[in-house]
């Protein structure tokens, strides 16, 4: 028999259902796959044994009295901390936030909760949700299972790592940056990056106000490793508003599209070059769509070099809480301290020329999306141009210096709100390979679709030991 710790979020949810696996057998078996796997990645910062064991308990005994339960009824969850989860600290990676327990769950974290699924955790992250590492100095760096050299990406590769290696079917974490879909391509997993306002996020947080930027090109959103458990958590992430003032309450499945659906694989980024075995995924990815009755064909996404620049101005002006705030060196890892003195000058130069009005840029941006999208809805392009880096290259300035190029058509999906799956195609080397699947504003459903048909060929790649 599969393990139970091997098995996906709608695999558990349907044994524990048929009453064929409990609850608490359910938690117990990732419990120890914790203890037997993370000393060697560090991906989970934080576990909640007591509590999620007695969770499971009550949801075994609920069960046993002939109640209604959640369909995500015993499912472990992880959880990233930069997002509050009753009694547990919010830490976002930094020291000086070790202490700052959250009063209540975020919202998709209570949704979740109401569905039956069980947090078991807390994930690493780097300080700030601000490198494309997972490192800190509260907590230490997370390793990539695949490659001990080669980076788990973030910000939520304490997840990636975690649900790679089968201490979580189910992970929860965000994305403002490709912060869910970088540390997928890294680790070889599926992240879902939903539109704007899907998932709602609240203006306060235990660990201070949610910048602007953050509010709008940040979305919470599942990592697992099926594309159908990323259906199901996230159909149970979207209902509670939170006082969240993006949030729109849209019906998760929109109108049929007329087929064959059209696919605009992006190759050219404006410029950036992109690595033979990150083209040979989307060469692979194409393939298989093309093969199940998809439309494919090549294309270029509109004002992509400006929309990677309006995306960096906007974080650049609102990023950033206005108040009092002790020097980053204060607080922050040497490694990040080395990382943003490498990385700002580049970020500047990032921003191009200045817009008189970022956000009338974008909305201009948008509408030039919205009609390449209107033909060809939905869009197949990498997540970065090329695979996870080495250990360290990250500090290094000569080959920081081409970052934002590498990842334009990932922020721009940020930039415009809209809905992103990343999904594994197969390996090179000793690393995992995933392509992005984007599609229309509140049109996850088709990104999951196109998604599904793609895993169904190419394979799930984990989960894994650590190699």
Known sequence: MTELWALGAWDLADLIRRGEASCREVIEAHLRRIDDVNPRVNAITVTSGEESLAAAAAADEARARGEAVGP?????????????????????????????????????????????????GRTNMPEFGMRW?????????????????HTPGGSSGGEAAAVATGMSPLGIGNDGAGSLRWPAQCCGVSALKPSLGRVAQVG??????????????GVHGPIARHVRDLRLAFGHMCGRPGGDPWHAPVA???????????????????????????????????????????????????????????????????????REQPPVETIASPGFVRFWEVYEP?????????????????????????????????????????????????????????????????????????????????TAGALPQAVQIIGPRFR????????????????????????
């Open 252 to 322: 998760l499945h929109g109108p049929p599209l007329p087929a064959p659906v059209r696919v605009c694989v992006v190759t050219y980024l404006d410029g950036a070059e992109t690595a033979p075995e990150v083209a040979a995924a989307l060469t692979r990815a194409a393939a298989i769509l093309a093969d199940a009755g998809y439309l494919v064909e090549e294309g270029r996404a509109p004002a992509l070099a400006r929309a990677s620049e309006i995306y960096t101005q906007i974080m650049s002006n609102h990023g950033r809480v206005h």
């Open 346 to 426: 580049i970020w500047t130069r990032a921003a191009g020329e200045q817009a008189f009005d970022p956000m009338m840029e974008r909305a201009s941006i948008a509408r030039l999306w919205s009609a390449w999208m209107s033909r060809t809805p939905l869009v197949l392009a990498p997540i970065r141009t090329r695979p996870a880096f080495r250990v360290g290259s990250d500090l290094d300035p000569r080959w920081l210096a081409d970052w934002p190029d590498t990842m334009r058509m990932t922020v721009a999906v940020n930039l415009l709100g809209l809905p992103s799956v990343a999904v594994p195609v197969g």
């Open 133 to 149: 590492h997972t490192d800190n100095a509260l907590h230490g760096p997370t390793v990539n299972p695949w490659s001990a050299e």
């Open 72 to 120: 995500l009824c015993g499912v472990p969850m992880t959880i990233k901390e930069n997002i509050d989860v009753e009694g547990s600290a919010t830490t976002m990676g930094i020291v000086a936030l070790r202490e700052a327990r959250a009063p209540a769950d975020a919202p998709p974290i209570a949704e979740l909760r109401s569905a039956g699924a069980i947090p078991i």
């Open 444 to 467: 996850e459903d088709l990104c999951l679709d196109a998604a599904e048909v793609v895993e169904a060929s190419a394979g799930a790649l984990t989960p894994i030991d650590p190699r």
């Open 204 to 217: 306060e947080r235990v660990s201070g106000p949610t910048p602007f930027a953050f509010q709008l090109l």
